[in-house]
């Protein structure tokens, strides 16, 4: 059985999925307006992968036959300026997320509620890999500098992202 405050945490979990599914979609606007179409894909495919996080706490909640406490959803802070600044965000947003769960990681282990602790692994496994891509990005823009030619290359790039469903595994 669930315990009642990793109830808590993995409802409060939901909230921040689908807040960050608004914050890239907020960047994806804002790169959109600046003519970015790449980038602007790149941030709405992820907002897409964010609400598959959001749901897939959702069906676990339900699975676990348990109640849903979905919470009210933040406005993003929409003071971007420009490329580089939003993917430091981005990664400032990842850490952040990461770290909400790492904590609830290590809130299932103290409650020994084995299922929730192997259900958030995958969560762990996920925000490495969306602290790498977000790096890899920073790291391009750092090299190539966001002078319009290089902007240019990378908009490029990031326009063949594609959303794919997320699928719990
Ligand atoms: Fe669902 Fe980007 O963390």
């Given at each position: 059985m669930i315990?009642?405050?990793?109830?808590?945490?993995?409802?409060?979990?939901?909230?921040?999925?689908?807040?960050?599914?608004?914050?890239?979609?907020?960047?994806?606007?804002?790169?959109?307006?600046?003519?970015?179409?790449g980038f602007a894909n790149w941030t709405?495919?992820?907002?897409r992968e964010e609400v598959d996080h959001g749901m897939i706490i959702f069906d676990y909640l339900v699975d676990q036959n348990t109640n849903i406490e979905l919470k009210q959803i933040d406005?993003?802070?929409?003071?971007?300026?420009?490329?580089?600044?939003v993917f430091e965000k981005i990664l400032e947003h990842e850490k952040y997320v990461t770290s909400s769960i790492d904590a609830i990681a290590h809130l299932s282990l103290e409650e020994c509620?084995?299922?929730?602790?192997?259900?958030?692994?995958?969560?762990?496994?996920?925000?490495?890999?969306?602290?790498?891509?977000?790096?890899?990005?920073?790291?391009?823009?750092k090299l190539f500098g966001d002078e319009q030619a290089s902007l240019y290359l990378i908009n490029k790039e990031l326009a063949k992202r594609e959303y794919k469903k997320h699928e719990y595994s």
């Amino acid at each position: 059985m669930i315990s009642e405050n990793v109830k808590k945490i993995l409802n409060e979990q939901i909230n921040k999925e689908f807040y960050s599914a608004y914050l890239y979609l907020a960047m994806s606007a804002f790169f959109d307006n600046m003519g970015l179409y790449g980038f602007a894909n790149w941030t709405k495919v992820q907002a897409r992968e964010e609400v598959d996080h959001g749901m897939i706490i959702f069906d676990y909640l339900v699975d676990q036959n348990t109640n849903i406490e979905l919470k009210q959803i933040d406005v993003p802070d929409t003071d971007f300026k420009s490329p580089m600044q939003v993917f430091e965000k981005i990664l400032e947003h990842e850490k952040y997320v990461t770290s909400s769960i790492d904590a609830i990681a290590h809130l299932s282990l103290e409650e020994c509620d084995l299922a929730s602790l192997n259900f958030i692994n995958w969560y762990l496994k996920e925000q490495i890999e969306e602290e790498k891509n977000t790096g890899d990005i920073i790291t391009k823009l750092k090299l190539f500098g966001d002078e319009q030619a290089s902007l240019y290359l990378i908009n490029k790039e990031l326009a063949k992202r594609e959303y794919k469903k997320h699928e719990y595994s």
